[in-house]
Nanobody
Framework: QVQVAESGGGLVQAGGSLRLSCTAS????????MGWFRQAPGKEREGVSC????????YYADSVKGRFTISRDNAKNTLYLVMNKLKPEDTAMFYC?????????????????WGQGTQVTVSS
């Protein structure tokens, strides 16, 4: 059974930082590109960042480029997202997912294994 769990969200002031983590079990973590998505209230889920299987190729949405850093530790089956210089418009529920490939900041072929997400709230 595949399980995905995101953590690390919270309430932070604008300009602050957070580090999100995503652990996955029940799948061959190192065999999948991974991505972070976010969904704000009333908006569609959007791809934030994507990383290839070995972690040497990364992609970012224009809105987070230069502020967010995606990485992974395949030995720990864990995906990370370091978020700096947070803005109120970053407020959203963040999710991670495994998929087939990255294109732009988007992960495609997303597997239907979604965690509960972790809430990020940035106050102005």
């Amino acid at each position: 059974q595949v399980q995905v769990a995101e953590s690390g969200g919270g309430l932070v002031q604008a300009g602050g930082s957070l580090r999100l983590s995503c652990t996955a079990s029940g799948l061959t973590f190192a065999g999948y590109p991974m991505g972070w998505f976010r969904q704000a209230p009333g908006k569609e889920r959007e791809g934030v960042s994507c990383i290839n299987q070995i972690g040497d190729i990364t992609y970012y949405a224009d809105s987070v480029k230069g502020r967010f850093t995606i990485s992974r530790d395949n030995a720990k089956n864990t995906l990370y997202l370091v978020m700096n210089k947070l803005k109120p418009e970053d407020t959203a529920m963040f999710y991670c997912a495994a998929g087939d490939y990255c294109s732009g900041s988007q992960l495609y072929g997303v597997r239907p294994y979604w965690g509960q997400g972790t809430q990020v709230t940035v106050s102005s």
